[in-house]
């Protein structure tokens, strides 16, 4: 049985962690309507590559499946309304990818090398090195994304694109993006300061609406966990 409360703490610091990247998808996302221009040279990219598109506070990952194909996961809110491949293979816009988030709903898709890097530079096999292990063979690589195309489960923290790539390149799903917003977090937790605020806000939510459960309890609660976390 799931515990309630890891849930809600899970669902918390996915929330956290879109708002304080909320900027990957206001500039130099897909799905915007402006001119792209197709630079990237194809033939240096191998079946089986990782390739990354630094945005601006996340990277975005990819495996090339070669023929100018790339299998990636994108979050889309449209895949929970509609079965219309029609609609639902066009490439993901700003608002369908929010809301993916938010909705915790994706799949493992592809798209040409330009709708997937939408302009951005493309950087080649660096989890490779930074991630200090060996990756497997590049068709294997490859088959493994090509039997993960189609719907999955979409979380910030848990499963998302980076989570994706590393399981076909290295056999281990992880996402040293992910891992190292917790890491901040539990520094922030462990500020001391961060009790004194919360109380301090907590306060002020009571002066300016009133004792009432929907303010006293978070006024509490909230510092007391931060200060047994901490």
Avoid at 47 to 74: C, F, K, Q, S, W
Avoid at 107 to 116: G, L, P, Q, W
Wanted: hydrophobic share 45%.
């Amino acid at each position: 049985m799931k515990n309630p409360m890891l849930e809600v703490a899970s669902l918390l610091l996915e929330k956290l962690l879109l708002i304080s990247n909320f900027k990957l998808f206001s500039s130099g996302a897909p799905g915007e309507d402006k001119a792209r221009s197709s630079f990237h040279d194809i033939n240096s990219f191998h079946r089986g590559d990782v390739l990354e598109v630094p945005r601006t506070h996340l990277t975005h990952y990819g495996i090339y499946l070669g023929d100018n194909h790339v299998a990636h996961m994108m979050p889309d809110i449209l895949l929970a309304l509609t079965k219309d491949r029609r609609l639902t293979q066009k490439v993901v816009s700003n608002q369908r990818l929010i809301l993916g988030v938010i909705g915790r709903v994706a799949s493992i898709r592809v798209d040409t090398v330009d709708d997937f890097a939408y302009g951005a530079e493309i950087l080649v096999n660096r989890l490779d090195k930074s991630l200090k292990k060996k990756a497997l063979l590049n068709e294997e690589v490859a088959q493994r994304a090509e039997k993960m195309l189609g719907t999955t489960p979409y979380s910030l923290l848990w499963n998302n694109c980076e989570h994706f790539v590393t399981y076909c390149r290295f056999g281990t799903a992880v996402s040293p993006q992910a891992d190292k917003f917790c890491e901040n977090l539990k520094i922030i937790i462990r500020d001391q300061r961060s009790v004194l605020a919360s109380a301090l806000l907590g306060l002020a939510a009571i002066i300016c609406l009133g004792m009432a459960s929907y303010t006293t309890l978070p006024a509490i609660f909230i510092p007391f966990c931060l200060w047994m976390a901490g």
